[in-house]
């Protein structure tokens, strides 16, 4: 991607860097090792070679190299992969950084560079994303072993936050947040904050709006957090605006109109597989229908209020990644008909129940794996997955015809 600030180009990178969501791994051609290198340093060396030229006012170029998820690549081999690249590219005389991101679930480096030349002249980016770049991707994935776009599969699996392990005041936490968050956004059809979160919990997060007379509901806030085995939060929350691609509340409320829509053609499916298992298999209480959904790869959540009476339920079918209230699927799978056919369970200890607004509540609160019936269902989990969301402050754009100051992408990706 080509552009006209590379103060900004570089400010994006670094304030990642400082947000611990990337990590500077080479710098060439800047006479400096990376930990004698300042900001200044940075701006200085390319800013040197724009003025060599100030008739070229597109001269900032900023390179997104995706690879698959299975690829294991450490910061030994980003390094020759990336300079090898921009060897291909007829780059490799210019000075350029690279920066390992950690913002999304597939391994991925951001390379900033200027095409002013040290003569002053321009480097030609006409078309350089389909001939250079595309024959380099493929020479680099034979050279180092990746694999292959063309063939790489399309589904791939929601990683949830796992619990024991995580680091509650650090990256990785707010990482795996990320990745569960924009996954969620990308793949499912919800049409209410308290459908995202019956998915979010899914993987052990939830989006959380505040006590209705907080600042923070009055503000339109949001913040996301881990949630351990019984459905508490644990650890800090971290701010929707913290994250790359903002996944705010506005975001998320964005999706609601257009998923009512698209998630129509699913509702008839969910049906057919709630009415067989209530309908035939004899006597069924609360815990044995979620365990036979979770079996045809659904989830089954039933609202409670602080009483514990239940109010409401919500069914996340996971094989068309759809979200659907009880009511939404007709009368005869709303919460009060469904517990009428159901064989009376009494509220397990430590379950638990609130009315605050957005939030799911369930005595079994997310799918567990040995509930899938992998014989049945071996993707249960597995959904399409789009290239990384990138941030609005550096946007791509797709290819189009080419205009006087528009910007090109130049990827290797695996994410296709």
Known sequence: MTGKSIRGLINYNESKVTEGMAELILASRFGLEIEQLELRHKVARFEHLTRLNSAIKTNAVHILLNFDRSDKIDVGTFQPIATDYMEKIGFGEQPFLVYQHFDANHPHIHIVTTNVQSDGTRIDMHNIG????????????????????????????????????????????????????????????????AEY????????VIADRGAEDSIMFEKRGLVYSVLDESGKRIGIPFKASSFAGKPTLNKV???????????????????????????????????????????????????????????GVTYVDHNTRSVFNGSDLGKNYSAKAILERLTPTPIEPGTMATSTKGVITTEKRY?????????????????????????????????????KGRSKNITISNQT
Not at 197 to 204: D, E, G, K
């Open 130 to 193: 389909r001939t250079l770049s595309e024959k380099a991707r493929k020479e680099i994935e034979l050279e180092y072993k990746l694999i292959k776009a063309e063939s790489r599969g399309k589904e791939q699996q929601i990683v949830p936050v796992r619990i024991k392990s995580a680091n509650y005041t650090g990256k990785p936490t707010k990482r795996s947040i990320y990745n569960v968050v924009t996954s969620v956004l990308r793949s499912y059809k919800f049409t209410s904050l």
């Open 197 to 204: 979160n019956a998915v979010l919990r899914n993987f052990n």
């Open 253 to 311: 409320e964005g999706k609601f109109a257009f998923n009512a829509t698209k998630r129509k053609i699913n509702a008839e499916q969910l049906s057919e597989i709630i009415a067989r298992i209530v309908d035939g298999s004899g006597k069924l209480d609360r815990n044995l229908l979620i365990h036979a959904l979770g079996k045809q790869g659904v989830s089954l959540y039933f609202r409670q209020n602080t009483e514990g009476r239940v109010y």
């Open 367 to 403: 799918l567990s794996s040995k509930d899938i019936d992998r014989k049945t269902d071996q993707d249960l989990l597995h959904f399409l997955m789009e290239k990384t969301a990138y941030d609005p402050a550096v946007p791509l754009v797709k290819k189009k015809k080419k205009k």
